[in-house]
């Protein structure tokens, strides 16, 4: 998701900041809409969607899409960590496995009367 703010159009009724505050703000000086964010995450899009609706003066405009920056808060950051988390899994089985080796061996040659 993609917001823009137009503040030539903006009137200064203030109800993006009161729907929205985390996401927008006003300016002190002139009362016109400011972002305070760039990147949003998706806990914020229904609010950020409804301010875009209720704006009196159409300026804020929303796009809706994936950009890099959300991919890494929705699902393709589940997948990196799903991959992440076999792939750590898959490492600790594999030195399980090996320490489990190594263990037997010692034990072998510590068992006494096996020729070693
Ligand atoms: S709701 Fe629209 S007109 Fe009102 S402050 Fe926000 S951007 Fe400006």
């Known amino acids: 998701m993609q917001v823009s703010v137009d ?7 203030g109800l ?4 929205a505050p985390e ?4 300016d002190e ?6 972002l305070r964010q760039t990147v949003f995450l998706p806990v914020q899009f229904a609010d950020i969607r409804l ?8 300026a804020i405009t929303v796009t809706e899409g994936i ?3 959300d ?6 950051a589940d997948q990196t960590t799903d991959q992440t988390a076999e792939q750590t899994a898959e490492q600790t089985a594999g030195q399980a496995t090996k320490q489990t080796a190594e ?14």
């Open 103 to 116: 263990q037997t061996a010692e034990s072998a040659d510590a068992q006494p009367g096996t020729g070693r």
């Open 16 to 19: 993006c900041a009161s729907n």
């Open 71 to 76: 991919e890494a808060a929705d699902g393709t």
């Open 67 to 69: 950009s890099p920056a």
């Open 7 to 13: 503040r030539d159009r903006c009137c200064s009724s």
């Open 51 to 58: 301010a875009g609706e209720l704006c009196p003066c159409g």
């Open 29 to 34: 000086q002139d009362g016109r809409v400011m």
């Open 23 to 26: 996401i927008f703000d006003q």
